[in-house]
Nanobody
Framework: QVQLVESGGGLVLAGGSLRLSCAAS????????MGWFRQAPGKEREFVAV????????YYADSVKGRFTISRDNAKNTVYLQMNNLKPEDTAMYSC?????????????????????WGQGTQVTVSS
């Protein structure tokens, strides 16, 4: 079982940048799919980005494509989400999640239901 701890959230002006980190303990992230999801108040949790195992295929939500980048550092057992050109609509609680799913098609790895380990989340607030 892996424990996930997010950090790096905060308050930023529109157009600014943040880098979120998701540090894992308990097992290596080398052989799992790692995703970022977000949930704004009153809204459902939505997919943001994923770095899928085994070949590192990445997928992004259309709303963040070209602005956000997911990456992982296996030596540090950490996954990152670089967020540039932030918009007020990006305001949400961001959570990372791990999945041992063996299929890495977009329809599978973008679904929260295939993730069995979640972090507690880090708040991102973008002001206009």
């Amino acid at each position: 079982q892996v424990q996930l701890v997010e950090s790096g959230g905060g308050l930023v002006l529109a157009g600014g940048s943040l880098r979120l980190s998701c540090a894992a303990s308990g097992r290596t992230l080398r052989s799992v799919t790692m995703g970022w999801f977000r949930q704004a108040p009153g809204k459902e949790r939505e997919f943001v980005a994923v770095d899928s195992w085994p070949n590192g295929t990445t997928y992004y939500a259309d709303s963040v494509k070209g602005r956000f980048t997911i990456s992982r550092d296996n030596a540090k057992n950490t996954v990152y989400l670089q967020m540039n050109n932030l918009k007020p609509e990006d305001t949400a609680m961001y959570s990372c999640a791990a999945s041992k799913v063996l299929v890495n098609t977009r329809v599978v790895v973008t679904s929260p239901s295939v993730y069995d380990q979640w972090g507690q989340g880090t708040q991102v607030t973008v002001s206009s």
